[in-house]
């Protein structure tokens, strides 16, 4: 469709523009609405009533693991044994201690 567009007067124009914009929402209004009819079937195929029942539940949690050392002096610091090691048994390592000075 070859259209000369610089030999149309600006009311042409002007209501090309008007219903290319008009057409432009209408075909975004249906994909969102089918964007969301799907989001929506996958919330109850997951169990949920509905998508913003699953959009409040937010992401899962990751298991944080259980602690298997405990600082002797001040029993609240302690570590799960994965992950980077915190600066207390850094130290007791680099004094000479073990890991089994530590575990719970």
Not at 57 to 76: F, I, L, M, T
């Amino acid at each position: 469709m070859d259209i000369d567009y610089n030999q149309m007067t600006l009311e042409q124009l002007k209501e090309i523009n008007r219903k290319s914009a008009a057409a432009i929402a209408d075909h975004e209004g249906r994909q969102r609405k089918q964007a969301i009819q799907k989001a929506t079937e996958i919330a109850r195929a997951a169990g949920f009533s509905s998508l913003e029942e699953m959009i409040a539940a937010g992401p899962a949690k990751k298991a944080q693991g259980e602690a298997r050392y405990r600082h002797p002096d001040n029993p609240a610091m302690t570590w799960t044994g994965r992950g980077r090691k915190p600066g207390w048994i850094v130290e007791a390592l680099a004094a000479g201690r073990s890991l089994d000075d530590f575990a719970i």
